[in-house]
């Protein structure tokens, strides 16, 4: 009897674990300061959601759309896999951006899930036609009291192109000196970021690793394998950082250990 009820409450351990791991959303925020940034713009306040792959957080994702609300960001950025190409549902991943569209400005770029499923054009036109602004290889200047930023978004290479090729197209017209902010599926090209002059990049596709341990990072992640050096948090290499959201849901690997799925903020802030 004894061991019964020992494996009875290792049981309900594991299914509470698991639960809390993969659906208690938390907020991890981050401070942007850079002479680059225009007065004006100080304090602005960025949201970003990536790696949804079709999750639920809630009845038609209130919870995770009450998350974002409750950061009152001034826009949102959704960098890829909203979608998730194992189990296609376009309509369950609209929940979301429907409230979030309702909260601020959204732009989004695409993840390698949306190309997978073939269906790049039709996920384009459904964002479109709810106001969200879709950034496919191209940049679009914010402007406050004269002062400007450039917010620049790129496919991803499963599209066919390479990255540094897209990244050139996008910010053909962003002059030099201006603030870039890009949102790019991928982590694992940091070097390119880089070597394009990106001056904060927001990303995700890690997963966070997947399974996290204690002190040593992330396990695996696409395109970078075991151990991998970019799954979570901000990183820096000359001018150029990037931050790497752990993201929101699960793919072929379907539960995240020490993973909490989590949202963004990023806070601009004139140095």
């Not at 509470?16 to 304090?43: Q, R, T």
């Not at 549902?89 to 073939?118: C, P």
């Given at each position: 009897?004894?061991?019964?009820?020992?494996?009875?409450?290792?049981?309900?351990?594991?299914?509470?674990?698991?639960?809390?791991?993969?659906?208690?959303?938390?907020?991890?925020?981050?401070?942007?300061?850079?002479?680059?940034?225009?007065?004006?713009?100080?304090?602005?306040?960025?949201?970003?959601?990536?790696?949804?792959?079709?999750?639920?957080?809630?009845?038609?994702?209130?919870?995770?759309?009450?998350?974002?609300?409750?950061?009152?960001?001034?826009?949102?950025?959704?960098?890829?896999?909203?979608?998730?190409?194992?189990?296609?549902?376009?309509?369950?991943?609209?929940?979301?951006?429907?409230?979030?569209?309702?909260?601020?400005?959204?732009?989004?770029?695409?993840?390698?899930?949306?190309?997978?499923?073939?269906?790049v054009r039709e996920i384009y036109e459904a964002l479109s036609s709810l106001g969200v602004h879709v950034m496919a290889n191209e940049s679009t200047v914010l402007e406050r009291d004269g002062e400007r930023l450039a917010i620049?978004?790129?496919?991803?290479?499963?599209?066919?192109?390479?990255?540094?090729?897209?990244?050139?197209?996008?910010?053909?017209?962003?002059?030099?000196?201006?603030?870039?902010?890009?949102?790019?599926?991928?982590?694992?090209?940091?070097?390119?970021?880089?070597?394009?002059?990106?001056?904060?990049?927001?990303?995700?596709?890690?997963?966070?690793?997947?399974?996290?341990?204690?002190?040593?990072?992330?396990?695996?992640?696409?395109?970078?394998?075991?151990?991998?050096?970019?799954?979570?948090?901000?990183?820096?290499?000359?001018?150029?950082?990037?931050?790497?959201?752990?993201?929101?849901?699960?793919?072929?690997?379907?539960?995240?250990?020490?993973?909490?799925?989590?949202?963004?903020?990023?806070?601009?802030?004139?140095?």
């Open positions: 009897m004894k061991k019964l009820l020992y494996v009875v409450f290792l049981l309900v351990f594991i299914v509470i674990f698991l639960y809390v791991n993969n659906h208690w959303l938390v907020v991890s925020k981050h401070v942007y300061e850079s002479e680059k940034v225009p007065g004006s713009f100080n304090g602005l306040r960025i949201v970003q959601v990536s790696d949804l792959h079709d999750a639920l957080f809630g009845n038609n994702q209130q919870k995770l759309i009450a998350k974002v609300q409750a950061q009152n960001p001034d826009y949102i950025f959704i960098t890829g896999d909203v979608i998730d190409s194992n189990r296609y549902n376009l309509e369950q991943s609209l929940q979301a951006v429907r409230g979030l569209v309702e909260i601020a400005d959204v732009y989004y770029v695409l993840g390698n899930h949306e190309v997978a499923t073939n269906k620049v978004g790129i496919e991803d290479p499963l599209m066919g192109r390479p990255t540094e090729e897209m990244l050139e197209m996008a910010t053909a017209d962003v002059p030099e000196d201006m603030l870039k902010l890009l949102l790019a599926h991928r982590p694992e090209v940091f070097s390119t970021y880089v070597n394009q002059a990106i001056d904060l990049v927001f990303s995700g596709h890690a997963h966070g690793g997947q399974v996290r341990i204690p002190g040593v990072g992330g396990l695996v992640a696409p395109g970078q394998g075991l151990f991998p050096k970019f799954t979570a948090g901000v990183y820096e290499e000359q001018n150029t950082k990037m931050v790497v959201s752990r993201g929101l849901g699960n793919s072929s690997v379907p539960f995240r250990i020490f993973n909490l799925p989590e949202i963004i903020v990023m806070d601009l802030k004139k140095k």
